[in-house]
T-cell receptor
């Protein structure tokens, strides 16, 4: 069974600094997708970034980028130039390609200090 | 705004009761997914429908059922409610959910269910 692990329950970063959130996963599949979702206090789930397993190039979306290490089954999220609005819970998710269902990690709460 | 709508936003009901949660996917999306977010279980996949047909099942209790209608909106029915069913229920949609063509999922705002 596929599992997703986020080992950092809480992280904090100074405004304008860079922070990296960790995620590891376990799967026997070779083709799958990985996502980071953001959940602010409003509880809305917002898609941050997506990575396709067969693509070696790391995905980037503005200030958000990932470090995808397929052999190590690691998928970390880097947030550059952190802003107060980045404060939220961040979920790493693995997508079973054959069905599309998302398997989520436990989440990491990110605090941004002014 | 993701384009996915869910009603109601909040629901408070008593144990033993039955409720229906409603979801309208983004325009053009054929797949609907239901997830439950609770403090002890985290975010869990419940069930997926694709173009009216059940496509995948997760840890969904037998007391729970869902369906997707011809206009592609979906309903999640929860019956014989227990205190432990209190949670945030999300609906998400994607363009396709056909095997091998999984797409990004966009989440609705959720329905907060409180069972007293």
């Amino acid at each position: 069974a596929q599992t997703v692990t986020q080992s950092q329950p809480e992280m904090s970063v100074q405004e304008a600094e860079t922070v990296t959130l960790s995620c590891t996963y376990d799967t026997s599949e070779s083709d799958y997708y990985l996502f980071w979702y953001k959940q602010p206090p409003s509880r809305q789930m917002i898609l941050v970034i997506r990575q396709e397993a067969y693509k070696q190039q790391n995905a980037t979306e503005n200030r958000f980028s990932v470090n995808f290490q397929k052999a190590a089954k690691s998928f970390s999220l880097k947030i550059s130039d952190s802003q107060l609005g980045d404060a939220a819970m961040y979920f790493c998710a693995y997508q079973v390609k054959s069905t599309g269902k998302l398997i989520f990690g436990q989440g990491t709460t990110l605090q941004v200090k002014p | 705004d993701s384009g996915v709508t869910q009603t109601p936003k909040h629901l408070i009901t008593a144990t033993g009761q039955r409720v229906t949660l409603r979801c309208s996917p983004r325009s053009g999306d054929l797949s609907v997914y239901w997830y439950q977010q609770s403090l002890d279980q985290g975010l869990q996949f419940l069930i997926q429908y694709y173009n009216g047909e059940e496509r995948a099942k997760g840890n969904i209790l037998e007391r729970f059922s869902a369906q997707q209608f011809p206009d592609l909106h979906s309903e999640l029915n929860l019956s014989s409610l227990e205190l432990g069913d209190s949670a945030l229920y999300f609906c998400a949609s994607s363009v396709d959910g056909d095997r091998g063509k999984s797409g990004e999922q966009y989440f609705g705002p959720g329905t907060r269910l409180t069972v007293t």
